[in-house]
């Protein structure tokens, strides 16, 4: 029994029409869906992803209009990694973040970069048999284009302390000091720590709220149980309707979501629609007046990524 690595990696915003315009034109992912945080429905929940929605390419948001920037501290994800494949699109995302961002580092095989908000992503060329997870972008080639998620980097004082859970419980593999893989059938995540800063992370906008891995609907629950075993206190399983999750704080301090490989976002929207209009799950359509009106006015997703 194995995650089938990254699953999801949910973060904050103050700001999300700025969010749709960068992670839409500039990054060249797809608006899958638009809909609200299930815990407080009065703010979005977008997520963008690969042409299909794909697990493993799903990057999402929490809106909090005019929240504070926050701080990636100790116990908190400051890294969010991405494939690519090969040293040209690293070439071309050099040129094309370079008019968008404050800063953009090229190092041998990597370019990492902040998103408007202090989010800190790591684009690598990453040697794999994973299927390449990319979305249409009329100014972004596909050989060119992100392919999902290569891994996750938090802080953490003491990184031994999470070993006995990683391993024992989640069957994450050593993949050298403080760096593990968790890979199934399918993909493969890495998830890292590196030493804190001096400074204590504070939540806020461009900060990474969890990371959730990926698991099948048959072992959701058993996963669970070893969560528990382990000592964590997970959450019960929540229908999320696209998704089944559990939520629990890993030793180290970062929240962890196990998600399950479906539903899937196209069992309520039309594949070629999909993250278009705002959806709610059926246990929130009622309060469809009332969610409405205050959630934040949206360009168009497909305005820019559209291809004609």
């Known amino acids: 029994m194995r995650l089938d690595g990254v699953h999801h990696v949910t973060c904050i915003t103050a700001d999300a029409p700025r969010n749709v315009d960068f992670y839409t034109r500039v990054l060249g992912l797809r608006m899958v869906k638009k809909t609200v945080n299930q815990d407080d429905p009065t703010v979005y929940h977008l997520f963008y992803a690969d042409e299909e929605g794909s697990p ?4 999402t948001f929490f809106e909090y209009p005019g929240a504070r920037r926050g701080q990636a501290g100790a116990g908190m994800v400051h890294t969010v990694g991405w494939r690519v494949g090969s040293d040209e699109a690293l070439d071309f995302w050099e040129q094309r973040l370079g008019g968008e961002v404050g800063s953009v580092l090229r190092e041998s095989g990597a370019v990492t970069f902040e998103d408007p908000e202090g989010l800190r992503h790591e684009l690598a060329v990453v040697d794999t048999s994973d299927a390449p997870l990319v979305a249409g972008h009329p100014e972004v080639p596909a050989e060119l284009a992100l392919q999902g998620f290569d891994g996750v980097r938090a802080f953490a004082t003491d990184p031994e302390a999470s070993r006995p859970l990683l391993e024992d419980a989640l069957s994450f593999e050593s993949r050298g000091e403080s760096v593990w893989e968790a890979r199934g059938p399918n993909r493969g995540g890495l998830y890292s720590y590196d030493n804190p800063p001096s400074e ?13 891995w990926a698991s099948t609907m048959g072992d959701h629950e058993t996963w669970r149980e070893r969560a528990l075993s382990a000592g964590a206190s997970p959450s019960p399983v929540i229908d999320r309707f696209w998704f089944r ?3 629990f704080r890993e030793p180290s301090g970062v929240l962890f979501e196990i998600a399950t490989l479906g539903p899937g976002f196209a069992v309520d929207e039309d594949p070629e629609h ?9 246990a929130f359509e009622h309060m469809r007046e009332q969610i409405e009106p205050v959630l934040t006015p949206l360009p168009d997703p497909r305005a820019a990524t559209r291809i004609s």
């Not at 204590?200 to 959730?212: N, R």
């Not at 999909?274 to 059926?282: D, N, Q, R, Y």
């Open 56 to 59: 493993g390419s799903d990057i």
């Open 245 to 247: 999750s559990i939520y």
């Open 200 to 212: 204590p992370g504070v939540g806020g906008a461009g900060t990474v709220h969890h990371v959730a």
């Open 274 to 282: 999909l993250g278009e209009s705002l959806v709610l799950p059926p």
